[in-house]
């Protein structure tokens, strides 16, 4: 997901999105303990989404204040 569609969300879709990328993230390692993944950089993919969403919603947080 880029940065420009993250922007265009509300704080509450942003919200929710953290939400599963961070069950995404957590089923992935689980799956990846007990046998290896086909792409292991989806992990890094995932935890990279959740960084910039939460970026993206610390700065709108900023400027609605």
Do not use: C, F, W, Y
Not at 18 to 25: H, P, V
Not at 51 to 57: F, H, P, Y
Request: charged residues 30%; without cysteine.
């Amino acid at each position: 997901m880029k940065v420009q569609e993250i922007k265009e969300l509300s704080v509450s879709e942003i919200q929710e999105r953290i939400e599963t990328e961070k069950a995404a993230l957590q089923q992935l390692e689980l799956n990846h303990a007990t046998s290896p993944l086909d792409n292991p950089m989806k992990i890094r993919h995932t935890r990279r989404n959740i960084a910039r969403l939460t970026t993206v919603l610390g700065q709108k947080q900023l400027t609605e204040k």
